[in-house]
T-cell receptor, first 112, second 118 residues
C-alpha cells in the first residue's frame, strides 16, 4: 500500500511557463511534507517543505501548496527554466517517526 | 564541508558474495538512513538510525544489516548477495527540528552507490 503517490511519471513544459507537480497521500498522520530534486548520478537534494499547519509555502520560484482535506500537495515552479529538468520526489513524515515516506518521482523536462 | 560521503560509487558483485557499503557524514546529524532506488521507482527505506547504537528496520530490510557505533558512520552490510539487490543505494542524514508541532527533517543525501549483482 503506497502511502505517497505521484501519479504523473513525467511532465514536459516550455521554458518560462509554469510547472505543476502533484502528490497525493493516504496517511492522515503525516504532518510534514517535503520536495526533493534529483539530477542523474547525484543524490536527491532538499528543495522546499511545508508543515500541515500551513497551506502554502514559497521560496523564490518554488511554491508548495497543501490541501489537507484532499490529502494533496503540489509544487509550482514559475517560471520554469531548463536547469529545473530533473526528477522531483514528494516525501511525507509524521511527528513521531524519524523517517519520511517517498513517492516514485516525476521527471520534469523543461524545453528551451 | 563534505556532507554525506558514500563509498564505493560503483561495484559489481557475484551472487553469494558479501560486501559493506560505507556511509559517513560530518554534520553531526543524529538521524541516518539507507535507501535503495530501483529503476523508475522511488526511494525505499532499508534501515535507519536515530542515534549511535540505535537502528531500526525500514520497508525493505531483508538481506541487509546495519550498525551505528558512531554518530558519523552508518555502514550497510549485504550478506549473500542476490540479483534482486541490484540497485542504486543512497545514504542520508538529518537532524530533528520542530516547526510548530511538526518535525522538520530535510535529509542530506550522498551521491549513491550503484551496485550490480551478476
Amino acid at each position: 500500500d503506497q502511502q505517497v503517490k505521484q501519479n504523473s511519471p513525467s511532465l514536459s513544459v516550455q521554458e518560462g511557463r509554469i510547472s505543476i507537480l502533484n502528490c497525493d497521500y493516504t496517511n492522515s498522520m503525516f504532518d510534514y511534507f517535503l520536495w526533493y530534486k534529483k539530477y542523474p548520478a547525484e543524490g536527491p537534494t532538499f528543495l522546499i517543505s511545508i508543515s500541515s499547519i500551513k497551506d502554502k509555502n514559497e521560496d523564490g520560484r518554488f511554491t508548495v501548496f497543501l490541501n489537507k482535506s484532499a490529502k494533496h500537495l503540489s509544487l509550482h515552479i514559475v517560471p520554469s527554466q531548463p536547469g529545473d529538468s530533473a526528477v522531483y520526489f514528494c516525501a511525507a513524515s509524521t511527528a513521531y517517526a524519524g523517517k519520511s515516506t517517498f513517492g516514485d518521482g516525476t521527471t520534469l523536462t523543461v524545453k528551451p | 564541508n563534505a556532507g554525506v560521503t558514500q563509498t564505493p560509487k560503483f561495484r559489481i558483485l557475484k551472487i553469494g558474495q558479501s560486501m559493506t557499503l560505507q556511509c559517513t557524514q560530518d554534520m553531526n546529524h543524529n538521524y541516518m538512513y539507507w535507501y535503495r532506488q530501483d529503476p523508475g521507482m522511488g526511494l525505499k527505506l532499508i534501515y535507519y538510525s536515530v542515534g549511535a547504537g540505535i537502528t531500526d528496520k525500514g520497508e525493505v530490510p531483508n538481506g541487509y544489516n546495519v550498525s551505528r557505533s558512531t554518530t558519523e558512520d552508518f555502514p550497510l552490510r549485504l550478506e549473500l548477495a542476490a540479483p534482486s539487490q541490484t540497485s542504486v543505494y543512497f545514504c542520508a542524514s538529518s537532524s530533528k527540528r520542530f516547526v510548530g508541532t511538526a518535525v522538520s527533517q530535510p535529509q542530506h543525501f550522498g551521491d549513491g552507490t550503484r551496485l550490480s549483482i551478476l
